[in-house]
């Protein structure tokens, strides 16, 4: 056999090695969504004086779950950022990998997200969320970052992941936020764990209670 076969069989073992990888990791975090779909279901009391907006974007549900409780602590306004690139199941799995890594190579890059502006004119604080891909957060929170801007605000960047974030990142994303006329920008996090080793959801609501809030 020739050395060209062997490569070409080894391409192929390589390339069902990884489809077989995403399809289980799409399939992990499709059951992840189910379970944390309805978990603390968040009212804002339009009769508070909250001055408190929490914006987040979340795929399979552990960033949403983390704004809830946030919300829910400090009845603030809730708004769930949309980003049809990257739909549960293994081809959205594939452009949100595709993606994270073309703004390695090309920062100003932007997907689509909806909503792309909101009025926070009437908000002091607002709390950015979004999970962590490829060391950085989600490209939609950078999408939202380009699109609005914060001025006099308190900016609280939060994250939930897997493994590692790159510190890097999190001093542009600053650098966005600052340029964008916020007053203040802090960073706080909860690691998950790896795919297959995961906290429980309610563990993470009890660490971001505790470390968050000292509650």
């Known amino acids: 056999m020739t050395t060209i076969f062997w490569i070409i069989a080894l391409l192929a073992v390589l390339f069902l090695f990884v489809m077989t990888y995403m399809s289980a990791v799409a399939w992990i ?48 306004a809730l708004f769930p950022l949309a980003a049809p690139d990257y739909q549960l199941g293994t081809l959205g799995l594939v452009h949100a990998i595709k993606d994270a890594n073309a703004r390695r190579a090309k920062p100003d890059f932007l997907p689509e997200i909806s909503p792309s502006t ?49 510190e890097d990142y999190i001093a542009k994303f600053k650098d966005k936020v600052m340029a964008r006329g916020a007053k203040s920008f802090e960073h706080r996090r909860m690691l998950r764990g790896r795919m297959t080793q995961q906290i429980s959801p309610e563990q993470m609501i009890q660490a971001i209670d505790r470390e968050w809030f000292n509650h």
């Open 29 to 76: 975090e499709s059951r992840q969504a189910m379970r944390l779909k309805n978990m603390l279901p968040f009212q804002f009391k339009q009769a508070s004086t909250s001055r408190t907006a929490v914006v987040y974007y979340s795929r399979s549900g552990n960033t949403a779950l983390a704004a809830r409780n946030i919300a829910t602590r400090l009845n603030a």
């Open 118 to 166: 909101l009025d926070l004119t009437l908000f002091d604080t607002v709390y950015l969320g979004s999970p962590v891909w490829l060391y950085s957060p989600a490209p939609p929170i950078w999408a939202f970052v380009e699109h609005n801007r914060f001025d006099g605000q308190n900016v609280v960047l939060f994250n939930t992941f897997n493994s590692h974030i790159g």
